[in-house]
């Protein structure tokens, strides 16, 4: 079974700043990740995702996500945070043996100006 | 192109009283999923629809719980009778094919309230 976790409640940024959410995974077969983000009363709004291919994936918003095999991780990050980067983001895994996605518990980011 | 659309977006009921959600999918996806998520916590899947046929509904609590997506199209969600630990956001999403590396699209949600 995967397993998907963001060790961090909450990240607190200036704007301007370099923002990173950080997300570990475990999964048997190979993983699938992708990141979510979700502004109040709305759904969650797709962002980027990992398949194969080049470690370093580039998504929507400036936002782009690094796959680490060896540490299993899949940090967002993005180089120079907005106030309206303010939000909840939640990071996602699927196994390639099983295609159910599992959630993360979600990191609230504020960023401040 | 229009994205998942549910409604109602916000339904307040009594405990062991009835209420249904609608979704209406991405045109085209042949996929269709139905979350829960509690507050604080990341979505969880209740059921998934390929076409008009369920692939899991394994975590969907089947003696209140129900869907169904009769023409392979829109979906319904229903519960009865409703127990207040069913408050939560239920979100309806949608992808093109049932593969693992498909994206997955969410619609707004419902806001369930039982008191």
């Known amino acids: 079974a995967q397993s998907v976790a963001q060790p961090e409640d909450q990240v607190n940024v200036a704007e301007g700043n370099p923002l990173t959410v950080k997300c570990t995974y475990s999964?048997?077969?190979?993983?699938?990740l992708f990141w979510y983000v979700q502004y109040p009363n709305r759904g969650l709004q797709f962002l980027l995702k990992y398949i194969t291919g080049d470690n370093l994936v580039k998504g929507s918003y400036g936002f782009e996500a690094e796959f680490n095999k060896s540490q299993t991780s899949f940090h967002l990050k993005k180089p120079s945070a907005l106030v309206s980067d303010s939000a909840l983001y939640f990071c996602?895994?699927?196994?390639?043996?099983?295609?159910?996605?599992?959630f993360g518990a979600g990191t609230t980011v504020t960023v401040r100006a | 192109e229009a994205g998942v659309a549910q409604s109602p977006r916000y339904k307040i009921i009594e405990k062991r009283q009835s209420v249904a959600f609608w979704c209406n999918p991405i045109s085209g996806h042949a996929t269709l999923y139905w979350y829960q998520q509690i507050l604080g916590q990341g979505p969880k899947l209740l059921i998934q629809f390929q076409n008009n046929g369920v692939v899991d509904d394994s975590q969907l609590p089947k003696d209140r719980f129900s869907a169904e997506r009769l023409k392979g199209v829109d979906s319904t969600l229903k519960i009865q009778p409703a127990k207040l630990e069913d408050s939560a956001v239920y979100l309806c999403?949608?992808?093109?094919?049932?593969?693992?590396?498909?994206?997955?699209?969410f619609g707004p949600g419902t806001r369930l309230t039982v008191l």
């Open positions: 999964v048997s077969g190979n993983p699938y």
């Open positions: 999403a949608s992808s093109l094919n049932v593969g693992a590396t498909d994206t997955q699209y």
């Open positions: 996602a895994v699927r196994d390639s043996n099983d295609y159910k996605l599992s």
